[in-house]
């Protein structure tokens, strides 16, 4: 790959969960995922099976409380990706994530598009009423399946759980970055959720080079320009040293 052109090229930026396993969150679906040693853990985040079954709930709320997310700080690699973003080679970042920590590490919270939601709020699934996420753990001891202060429905975090659809914007917003760019890096995400692994193949149909930074093969791999293992506080600083060198 011609690095000079690294430079100067229109860049978008994926991230996954292994972008946050340097902070002490555990990724989903990799040797030591939560849902490769825990299974069962999966129905907690089903949809239909949250809105149905108090006991779910209660577990489901019970985790949260227990996430390693709510006191995680920012990666050498999340602060890397806020100095290309303020340099203005990196529009926004994507991120799969719901820990918040892109935006911990100083990125505009207009410069991050969730894709999958946000572990610190929280809404009524009847009347739409937010409130911090915070507030509901703090009040979890007397009220374990949560409830609407103002209308008494079910409240969820604002993640997307299996069986809900991806927020339009946020996909829309996305799409146009992956048609947009010159450059795609995928880092730390095996690309086998859709529809946001789709960016990957959208990207790379639109003519972009595909960078993945990621240290388990991905479905996207032989689209790949170019293929990072390294450990991704090593790889994302010293890629993003390459961009504004």
Not at 21 to 42: K, M, Q
Not at 78 to 87: E, G, I, M, Q
Not at 157 to 167: K, Q
Request: net charge negative; with cysteine; proline share 7%.
């Amino acid at each position: 790959m011609d690095h000079s052109r690294l430079r100067t090229s229109r860049l978008a930026v994926l991230t996954g969960a292994g972008i946050s396993t340097g902070s002490g969150i555990p990724d989903f679906r990799g040797p030591a995922g939560v849902w490769t040693l825990h299974p069962d853990r999966a129905r907690l985040l089903d949809i239909d099976a949250f809105l149905s079954d108090p006991e779910v709930r209660v577990a489901g709320w019970l985790d949260w409380s227990k996430s390693p997310a709510l006191g995680a700080t920012p990666t050498a690699a999340h602060l890397a990706l806020t100095r290309l973003v303020a340099s203005g080679s990196l529009g926004e970042v994507l991120t799969q994530n719901f820990d918040g920590l892109q935006q911990a590490a100083g990125t505009p919270d207009d410069a991050v598009v969730e894709l999958h939601g946000t572990l610190h709020a929280t809404s009524c699934q009847r009347c739409g009423r937010g409130v911090p996420t915070a507030d509901v753990l703090a009040d979890l001891g007397a009220h374990p399946d949560p409830a609407c202060a103002s209308c008494g429905g079910i409240l969820k975090p604002d993640i997307v759980y299996f069986g809900e659809v991806l927020p339009a914007e946020a996909m829309n917003r996305a799409v146009e970055a992956a048609q947009a760019c010159e450059v795609f890096i995928a880092i730390g995400t095996t690309l086998s959720v859709f529809p946001v692994a789709s960016l990957a193949g959208i990207a790379v149909e639109a003519g972009a080079d595909l960078i993945i930074v990621n240290a388990e093969p991905t479905g996207y791999d032989r689209y790949a320009a170019e293929i990072i293992r390294e450990p991704i506080d090593e790889a994302v600083p010293a890629l993003v040293e390459r961009y504004l060198g």
